[in-house]
C-alpha cells in the first residue's frame, strides 16, 4: 500500500520452476479476479487456474468486500485441496473425504485408517506447494491486502500495508523492513522500494530477474508499468548494497586494534591465549 492506502504497487517475477525445469519471462503471476481486486501466486502452478477461475466465477459483477474474497478464494482452495486428497490418497478405494471420515475406521480398521489419515495430511496443492498474496480495495475503497499459504491458513496484513510471498519472500520483506517501508510512502517512493524488494529476492532460487510491476488504485483503475530498466538502473547505480571502499584495509586496522587491548576470553586474557600458542 502506498499514499496513505490510496495506491497499491504489486510487484512479481515472471520466472516458473518445475520439477524438471526453469525458465524465466514465462509467466504473469499478477491475475485479475475482480475489477478492484489482484491476485498474485507462488508455488506450483498446478491448481492456480482452477481455483482462480472459481473465485472469478462466484465474484463476477458484484461489488465485493474484503470477506466475499477472502471467503471465496479460502473456500476454493480448501475444496481444491479436497479434491486432490481424494484422488490421491482415496481414489483408488472409490472414497470420498467424508465417507472415509464416516466409514473408514470400521472399514480398515485403526492402523490402517490412521495411517491413511497421515497420507491425507500430507497432502499440498502441487510439489512445492500454493501460495497467494491478494491486495485490492473493498466497496467503500478501503485497501486490504492478505496472504494464503498451506493448507488454507490465512493472514491479513492490512495493518503492515505490505508483505511477499515465494522463494524471495525473506529478502523482499528484509528489504522493505530495512528502509522502514509503511503506507504512507507517496507512491513514487512506494514503487522504488517495492521494485528494490523485488530485485534483492532475485538471489533466491527460483526468482527471475524478469519483473512486472501494477500500480493499483481504487475503482478499478489499473496501470501496468513497462519502463522498469530505468528503475534497476537507478538501484544497480545508487541503491544496492555495495561494499565500503578500502574494506580490507579499514577492518584489518580495527581488528589490529582490537587485539592491541587487553580482554577476557571464555576466563582467559588475550596475553595467557598468545602465550600458550607461543609455547
Not at 498474485?40 to 502452478?45: F, V
Request: aromatic share 10%; with cysteine.
Amino acid at each position: 500500500m502506498a499514499d496513505y492506502g490510496t495506491s497499491i504497487v504489486i510487484a512479481t517475477d515472471q520466472m516458473i520452476t518445475t520439477e524438471i525445469t526453469t525458465a524465466d519471462a514465462v509467466a504473469l503471476k499478477i491475475l485479475g479476479v475482480h475489477p478492484n481486486w489482484a491476485v498474485m501466486y507462488a508455488g506450483s502452478l498446478d491448481h492456480v487456474t482452477p481455483i482462480l477461475t472459481k473465485v472469478r466465477t462466484q465474484l463476477f459483477d458484484k461489488d465485493v468486500t474484503y470477506d466475499d474474497i477472502e471467503t471465496a478464494l479460502t473456500k476454493a482452495y480448501h475444496e481444491r485441496l479436497r479434491i486432490e486428497e481424494t484422488n490421491v490418497v482415496l481414489g483408488r478405494f472409490g472414497l470420498t473425504i467424508d465417507e472415509f471420515l464416516a466409514t473408514g475406521l470400521n472399514t480398515f480398521g485403526e492402523a490402517n485408517f490412521a495411517h491413511l489419515l497421515a497420507e491425507i495430511g500430507q497432502i499440498s496443492l502441487g510439489p512445492e506447494a500454493l501460495y497467494f498474496l491478494v491486495a485490492g480495495y473493498d466497496t467503500r475503497g478501503v485497501p486490504h491486502i492478505f496472504s494464503v499459504s498451506p493448507p488454507g491458513r490465512v493472514e491479513n496484513h492490512d495493518v503492515l500495508g505490505f508483505w511477499a510471498i515465494g522463494t524471495g519472500q525473506y529478502s523482499a520483506l528484509g528489504s522493505l523492513f530495512f528502509h522502514s517501508y509503511n503506507k504512507n510512502f507517496l507512491p513514487a517512493v512506494a514503487l522504488y522500494h517495492v521494485c528494490e524488494a523485488k530485485f534483492m529476492a532475485e538471489k533466491a532460487a527460483g526468482v527471475g530477474q524478469t519483473t512486472s510491476v501494477l500500480l493499483l488504485e481504487p475503482e478499478g483503475r489499473a496501470e501496468e508499468l513497462l519502463k522498469l530498466k530505468e528503475i534497476r538502473d537507478v538501484w544497480e547505480l545508487e541503491g544496492k548494497p555495495r561494499i565500503p571502499l578500502s574494506l580490507n584495509e579499514r577492518m584489518m586496522a580495527l581488528l589490529k586494534s582490537e587485539r592491541a587491548t587487553r580482554r577476557t576470553f571464555l576466563g582467559f586474557s588475550s596475553k595467557q591465549i598468545e602465550g600458550e600458542k607461543a609455547e
